[in-house]
């Protein structure tokens, strides 16, 4: 199997090989993470600069350690707080840190494409920890690892993404994956938080949860920002939980095996339950967790794998 | 004043819908005589058009140049030379600028920076509001004494209607123009792109191109109130369209344009956040390209403008969201709008009724058309020659361009404005 990327920009240009070659690497550094000396030491020798242009505990540090684990000299830098405010524009930043010879660039943008516009200007790869509402493809891997351990596989199941599709970027990387590797996948939310021309990205989209749960093998729900709660976008938090909150009673026209995700951080009471969110039989949010070092191990190995070769006159991809 | 004969031409003729051979006489800045045969005076300066297309001189509604406030991105100089490569005799400049043209002052400074540093006619327009803030009323009156040919605020929606209908019925006494733009305030607000599939998979904040029907509607009560003059600056989407034309057969003094860009490019285009594609109101799918392309076929949209914006690389090179909408046009707009002849969907008498007749005669101008006794403004161009466009091949001193490496069809080979040779070597 190959995987020929030289940046995680997205889902979008990934193949499905692709994603099953750096799902099993992932496997294997799950095994990794488990046992008590978790050392590698294949980013040896290589640079990571993690840049949050957007704050962000969960996924800063889940890159940090997959780095550390792997052997990588990481770096953090909190974008807000910086040249940003001093006027110096994302391109002069890129030109900046890429003077220091950066191998790996970790990026979250608030708007997007930024990522995408970075990663032109740079040498080194780049890895996208989310930019805007366009993709965030580490959680999308993540979460398709995590599937395909609890199910046993990634494919012709039935899965729901519940919540604000509209301004997710969790949910387009999900529908992208989720689509490529030929699941059935059912959008459920209120009508005013999905995106216009939904339809036509393969998808049945449902505005009644029972409805759309009916007989599905997979709940991901989303995170309902704020300021989306008040008016905005729906009437009010605690209509938003009688409608679209998971409970054990909505979660009952799913299949009983069915799984319940949630990338994080929950609002618990607005868009789950906490006594479900805690269920060790139904929610795996805590596997999920655990998958996003295993996943961020493996796509900075294969990209720095492939820079390497790519530093090397004539090669092509990598096998794995 | 020589005389100039120009012969073996192709005479597009946009009032009588003709494509001719023939010759035309340009004297004393005016056309002498045109047709098949013309008697050749003495002194005429004879230039040989080897078959090329001879046409009135684009007259081009809504450019902006970034005189004052930003001349590092266009000045009247750099515009204009520009304009004179692109075959646009006359422009209309937008007054978008910073300060917006909203007094008799800085109209004055317009007027004399383009007259002492443009080779192709500038005509003024005017804010239709104080700093186009959409509060008090322009002095239109004064304004008008001063040259401006039609009043608008650009890209800034009048949101308040009493205030736009008492500017509407305070221009309407003057028979001053207004310019809209029609588009819903605030459900536009903040979009970067045309809601649909394409905005949706990118994750950009996206406008429903409703916004524009909303707008017009809202425009077209106005004019039923009022009865003022008013042009539409760019109608791009086909649920506009049953408006305009039903305002246009109600008897309204209602006109509207669209952009060369909606014309050629669709939402797609903006492939990987690309940002020169980046324009106002957003591009929008091809079915509503298709049907304004129609639209502007049957006379529903009656003109064509460049809606030439230049933007420096700084407002550029940003993420698609932040980066500045606009697009530079004067020298692609024949190139680009030949597009649509080659591919059968317009006539060249058609084209340039768009581009000439119909803007010169809605801002009541003696320009635009082919015929004896009008001004010599002219544009000679081969319609056919191939070339790959190289963006810094352009004049303007902004490169925004989203023709930047597309094929394109149709050099100018000379224009000429009041009977004098502006660009070309003829």
Same mark, same amino acid.
């Given at each position: ?11 979008e240009?990934?193949?499905?090989h ?8 992932a ?9 008590? @000396? ?10 990571? &600069?993690?840049m ?11 890159? /940090? ?18 040249? &940003? ?25 608030p708007?997007?494409?930024a @990522? ?15 930019d805007?509402?366009? /993709? ?14 609890a199910?046993?596989?990634l494919?012709?199941?039935n ?14 990387s ?8 030929e ?76 799984? @319940? ?18 269920? &060790? ?40 | ?49 080897r ?16 005189e ?6 266009e000045?009247f100089r ?97 028979g ?16 970067a ?6 905005a ?34 760019? !109608? ?23 952009? !060369?860009?909606?014309?050629?490019l ?24 298709l ?9 529903? !949209? ?67 058309r082919?015929a ?55």
């Open positions: 199997m190959t995987f020929t990327q030289r940046h995680l920009l997205g889902i240009p990934l193949a499905p692709e994603i099953t070659t750096l799902l099993d690497l496997d294997q550094y799950v095994a990794l993470n488990r046992r008590d @000396v978790k050392h590698g030491d294949v980013l040896a020798g290589l640079t990571q &600069i993690n949050f242009f957007e704050a962000s505990t969960r996924t800063q540090a889940s890159f /940090e350690l997959a780095g550390k684990r792997l052997g990588a000299d990481v770096m953090n830098m909190s974008m807000q707080a910086s040249s &940003i405010k001093k006027g110096e524009t994302l391109i002069d930043t890129a030109m900046t840190l890429n003077a220091m010879h950066p191998d790996l660039l970790v990026v979250r943008h708007h997007s494409g @990522v995408d516009l970075l990663a032109q200007k740079v040498n080194c790869a780049v890895l996208n920890a989310g805007g509402r366009h /993709e965030h493809p580490t959680q999308a891997l993540l979460d398709a690892l995590t599937i395909r351990r199910k046993g596989r494919h012709r199941l899965i729901a993404i519940c919540g604000d599709i509209a301004h997710s970027r969790v949910a387009r999900n529908i992208l994956l989720l689509g490529k590797m699941n059935r996948i059912r959008l459920i939310g209120p009508p005013t938080l999905m995106p216009a021309g939904i339809g036509e990205f393969g998808v049945e989209v449902f505005d009644d949860m029972r409805a759309g749960l009916q007989d599905v093998d997979v709940v991901m729900m989303l995170r309902l920002q704020k300021e989306r709660m008040d008016g905005g976008f729906i009437p009010s938090e605690r209509e938003y939980y009688h409608r679209f909150g998971l409970d054990a009673e909505k979660l009952a026209h799913a299949k009983p095996d069915a799984i @319940v995700m949630h990338p994080g951080p929950m609002n618990r009471g607005v868009e789950i339950d906490g006594t479900l969110a805690d269920d &060790i039989n139904r929610s795996v949010i805590q596997e999920q967790v655990e998958m996003g070092v295993a996943v961020r191990m493996a796509a900075m190995d294969l990209l720095a794998r492939n820079l390497r070769a790519a530093r090397q006159p004539g090669a092509q991809g990598v096998m794995v | 004043m020589t005389t100039i004969l120009i012969h073996n031409a192709r005479l597009i003729d946009p009032e009588a819908g003709t494509v001719s051979p023939g010759s035309l006489l340009i004297k004393d800045g005016r056309i002498a005589a045109m047709g098949a045969e013309v008697a050749v005076p003495k002194d005429a300066r004879s230039i040989d058009a078959g090329a297309c001879l046409a009135p001189g684009i007259v081009d509604i809504g450019v902006k140049v970034c004052p406030g930003e001349r590092h991105k000045s750099s515009a204009g030379l520009a304009a004179a490569a692109g075959g646009v005799t006359t422009i209309v400049t937008r007054p978008d600028t910073t300060p917006a043209i909203d007094s008799p002052e800085t109209l004055e400074f317009v007027t004399r920076r383009a007259n002492e540093a443009a080779p192709v006619r500038v005509l003024p327009m005017a804010a239709l509001t104080k700093g186009r803030e959409g509060r008090e009323m322009t002095e239109i009156g004064f304004l008008l004494d001063a040259g401006a040919v039609a009043f608008s605020d650009c890209d800034h929606v009048v949101r308040n209607t009493k205030v736009l209908s008492r500017a509407l019925t305070y221009a309407r006494s003057l001053a123009l207004v310019i809209g733009h029609p588009q819903d305030p605030g459900l536009s607000d903040g979009a792109a045309t809601s649909g599939k394409f949706s998979l990118r994750g950009l904040p996206a406008v429903s191109p409703m916004a524009e029907r909303m707008g017009l509607d809202r425009d077209i009560a106005l004019l039923e109130m009022t009865g003022a003059r008013y042009h539409a600056d760019q !109608i791009t989407t086909a649920r506009a369209l049953p408006a305009l034309m039903r305002a246009k057969r109600n008897g309204l003094d209602i006109t509207a344009g669209t952009s !060369i860009h909606h014309l050629t669709n939402d797609m285009d903006v492939a990987d956040y690309r940002t020169f594609f980046k324009v106002k109101p957003p591009l929008r799918a091809e079915d509503d390209r049907a304004v392309v129609e639209a502007l076929r049957d006379g529903v !949209i009656d003109i064509i403008s460049s809606m030439h914006t230049p933007q420096d690389e700084e407002s550029k090179r940003l993420p698609f969201e932040e980066a500045a909408a606009g697009a530079v046009g004067l020298e692609t707009l024949l190139p680009a709008a030949l597009r649509l002849h080659h591919a059968g969907e317009l006539t060249l008498p058609q084209l340039f009724r768009a581009l000439a007749l119909n803007p010169a005669n809605r801002l009541g101008l003696p320009q635009g082919l004896v006794g009008a001004p010599a403004d002219l544009v000679l161009f081969d319609p056919d020659a191939p070339f790959v466009l190289d963006r810094f091949s352009l004049r303007s001193k902004s490169k925004n361009t989203p023709f930047d490496g597309a094929r394109l069809q149709g050099k100018v080979r000379g224009t000429f404005v009041n009977g004098t040779c502006v660009f070309g070597d003829l």
